[in-house]
């Protein structure tokens, strides 16, 4: 019996050093020790919170980088007159459709004028190997290459660069010309003809190729010999028809 004195007031002494804590809340152990069955729900004391301001947040749209124009804008005219100065060459083959002398060409176009490359190779050749054509006059067919080593070089190139390449003949920045293995037809003529075709640009193109390669098989200038009958192909119809009508083709005569 003494120890157990002792013992349980051993146990009250440290029951008493730990309540109440340091809060003036009643400890769990101290409510177990008084004997009370269930902890009593303490009311915590009212905390007074000082409201924290909202930030102001400020949205910004991401900035999209400029698209990269592929094609023109609506409504933007072709440019057939800024000069790069600089050709490429229209990859692609087409066949030679005759049997005779192959004479071999290329198409190079000057970087930067708004032309349809393969478009423009499909209408040259078009030309070259039409039945109307110098194919009918010459023992001669036309095949179209991108290699280096060929008979001509057919170029459509700017008003300046045209300029340069048919030194040292003048084409004034508005025609086309023949010089060595150089076939150069001027872009302005090619994208707008002439007022004397009245609109039709593509029988312009082919009188264009036709005269100017006509250089290059031996064949000169020729005038109008009779009005209101078709044109020479080899006449300078750019400068004028006196009186002829548009032709482009070389087997076509003055009726």
Known sequence: ??????????????????????????SL??????????????????????P???????????????????RQPKGAKPNVT???????????????????????????????????????????????????????????????????????????????LTDKLCLPLDTGGEVSCRVEDRVVLNAKRWMYAVPAYGGDVALYRSYLVNHEVGHALGHGHSTCAKAKTPAPVMMQQTKGLGGCRPNAWPTIKAT
Do not use: C
């Open 52 to 70: 924290t301001p909202t930030p102001s947040v400020h949205l910004t749209t991401p900035l999209r980088p400029a698209p990269t124009l592929t």
């Open 82 to 160: 800024a000069s790069s100065g600089k050709l490429s060459v229209v990859p692609g083959v087409d066949k030679a459709t005759g049997v005779r002398d192959k004479l071999t060409y290329r198409v190079e176009i000057e970087q930067g004028v708004s032309v349809n490359p393969a478009a423009v190779a499909a209408a040259i050749h078009k030309t070259l190997t039409d039945a109307r054509g110098w194919q009918a006059v010459h023992p001669v067919s036309f095949e179209r290459t991108d290699k280096a080593d060929v008979d001509l070089r057919i170029i459509v190139a700017t008003p300046t």
């Open 29 to 50: 152990a101290a409510e177990v020790v008084a004997g009370a069955s269930t902890p009593v729900a303490q009311q915590a004391p009212e905390v007074k919170s000082t």
């Open 1 to 26: 019996m003494q120890w157990f004195s002792v013992t349980a007031l051993a146990v009250l002494g440290t029951v008493m050093v730990v309540h109440p804590d340091v809060t003036g809340r009643r």
